[in-house]
Structures are given as structure tokens and as C-alpha cells.
């Protein structure tokens, strides 16, 4: 991990595209069998969810366009914490960034997720496997809509789930407040790492969100 704030963001490399070469910079490699982890990354990724992460990734194979990079975000852990990681799936590479959750999913803003909802207007983060689809510009800027694969956040279009950039999600909200801000349900990261996950994920790609 590079140093100072960027350390906690786990900051990946300039990629030659959505679909192009991904390098992360400083990341941690764990071993991957067939499905199976034979070793725990030292990043913290938690080896229960990440076999949960690739079984969704065989269970929506069809699905899912490209399966050499996943996202992983693990919802067990508070919003101060980087908890979204990102995966190289050939080559066991890791390294992870911040990500916020749902004001419907902390609604004391503890920094801690407490529930999922697949609900319509309940501003909450879902759980399951998520597709990448395509871009747009709205009102958090350049944004990216997501597929909900399973039944617990197959509403995600209908409710405009997506990842977008927002300031609440920037580092230096943990060192004012201790903690991100809350988004209504979507995936906020950093503004400046916002470039870094539709490189990464590009279209056709699988987020799986959970908790353990």
C-alpha cells in the first residue's frame, strides 16, 4: 500500500481501460485453488465471504461477461475501515479501498451496517451478487448502474443502486468524524478512486456484498 491516506485506500494502478490490464500497486496476493482459499490475505479479506464471493461467481457464470476480476465488499466491517477489494481471480492479487453504506442500514450513523433491505425507498445497502452495466451521468456525476443477481437485491435498477463518487465517502471524513458518511443504498467510494473502480470492473463484472 502506498503511504498516508492513499495506504488506507489501497490505491490501484492506471489501467488501459474498463476492459484493459489492471496492476494494483502495493497489493497482497493470496493462493487460489479451484474455489477454494488455501491462504488468508494479510489485507483482512475474510476467507468465509471470499468462498461465498466465487460461488456466486459460478452460480451466475452465464451471467457474468468477464470472471478475471471480482469486487468484494465486506459489510462485517465499519465504514472506516477500507472494505471493499478488489480481486484479481488468475493471479490471487488483492487490494482494497473505502466504500460507504446505506443511511437505511445505520440509521443511528454508527459507522456500522446493521441491515440489508432490497426495498424500495429504504435508502439501505442489498445484499448478493451485483453485474457492472453501463454509465451515465446524474446527480452524483459519473456513475455506474448495477444488475441485482439475487432475490435479496434484484430491485437494484428499479431503486438506482449504482456506484458513484461522493465527498462523503473521502478519506478525511475519518478523521473529522471517525467514520464515512451514508449513501441512500449505493456504493460511494472516495472521488478520486471513483476512476479506479469502473477501470478496474469496467461492464460485465460481479460485486458481491455480504457480511459475515
Not at 57 to 79: E, N
Not at 122 to 134: I, K, P, Q, R
Not at 140 to 169: C, F, K, M
Request: proline residues 5%; glycine residues 10%.
Amino acid at each position: 500500500m502506498i503511504g498516508g491516506a492513499a495506504a488506507a485506500l489501497g490505491t490501484l494502478a492506471r489501467s488501459t481501460g474498463p476492459s484493459g490490464p489492471v496492476t494494483p500497486i502495493g497489493a497482497t496476493r493470496i493462493a487460489l485453488a479451484p474455489r477454494r482459499v488455501e491462504k488468508v490475505s494479510p489485507d483482512g479479506l475474510n476467507p468465509q465471504l471470499l468462498d461465498r464471493a466465487l460461488a456466486a461467481l459460478d452460480r451466475h457464470g452465464r451471467a457474468v461477461a468477464h470472471r478475471d476480476r471480482i469486487a468484494i465488499v465486506d459489510f462485517s466491517v465499519p465504514s472506516s475501515e477500507p472494505r471493499l477489494h478488489f480481486l484479481n481471480v488468475e493471479s490471487g492479487e488483492v487490494s482494497r479501498m473505502l466504500v460507504a453504506h446505506g443511511s437505511g442500514s445505520d440509521p443511528r450513523h454508527t459507522g456500522f451496517l446493521h441491515s440489508f433491505s432490497n426495498v424500495s425507498g429504504s435508502n439501505a445497502s442489498s445484499e448478493g451478487a451485483f453485474l457492472t452495466e453501463d454509465y451515465y451521468v446524474g446527480k452524483h456525476g459519473r456513475s455506474q448502474r448495477l444488475l441485482g443477481l439475487d432475490p435479496t437485491n434484484n430491485n437494484a435498477l428499479e431503486r438506482a443502486i449504482v456506484i458513484h463518487g461522493a465527498w462523503y465517502a473521502n478519506a478525511d471524513m475519518i478523521a473529522a468524524h471517525g467514520k464515512l458518511g451514508r449513501s441512500q443504498g449505493c456504493f460511494a467510494v472516495a472521488e478520486n478512486d471513483l476512476r479506479t473502480v469502473f477501470d478496474y470492473l469496467g461492464k460485465g463484472r460481479l460485486i458481491y456484498a455480504a457480511r459475515t
